[in-house]
């Protein structure tokens, strides 16, 4: 994998990021992406379910699946070294699937564009061009994220981990758009989110806060309802993407 700089990485981003504006083309975009994009995670997530469903059940024996067998394999997962296998099958799902969830940054982009988005850019990104990187940076903040909350509760510290967790992910948020859109490589993806973050946090912070209240409404009211508010997250972050990389100074 090439790690070198690459000629759209020297792209200097502007802070200017005005709040109304964004939210207004969150808003908008999220209306055009919100039903297909929630029925394209309703059929995913479906069939995800039904599939791990199925090699459980064949594994363990569908007799054995019970309540008290359920606490006993979460209490498991609680000890080592159940634990580390635990969290390392969540970082490789989590990076497999992620080609699949950066899709909808695309479907937020045609959207915008007035551009067709068919089923198959659902798995455009399992392209070798995309899933390396993706896959790298997906797995190399689950790395860390999941190594911060180990080390936190082992210290005791647990609320302290949470904490820094979030401002990971927080930092990283516009790592999958740099991939996807800027064609940025893994490192200077990571670097180039942190910087973009930093330059104007309580923005961004108080602009994706809103997003994920509006998402948690769709939790609130009908569990289900939270596969059809989350794209607001996504048209939430790729407005103040879009808002960034649209105005640069140099």
Known sequence: MNFETRPKENKQYTTEIHFETVLNQAFANYKKIALYAGLALF?????????????SANLIGQENINEKSMMQFQKLMTIEPYVWY???FSIVLGSLLSPFMASF???ADAAEKDLTFGVSDLFSYYKPKYFFTIFTATTIIGLATNGTTLIADE??????GILIVLMINFITLFTIPLLIFEDSTVFNAVKTSIAIVLKQPMVIFLLVFLSLIGVLL?????????IFTYPFFISMVYAIFKQVTNDITS
Do not use: E, R, T, W
């Open 43 to 55: 059929v995913f997530f479906f069939i995800l379910v039904i599939v791990v469903s199925g090699i």
């Open 86 to 88: 635990y969290i390392g």
């Open 105 to 107: 940054y695309k479907m």
């Open 155 to 160: 210290l005791g510290l647990s609320f302290v």
């Open 218 to 226: 769709g939790f609130f009211a009908f569990c289900i309802g939270i």
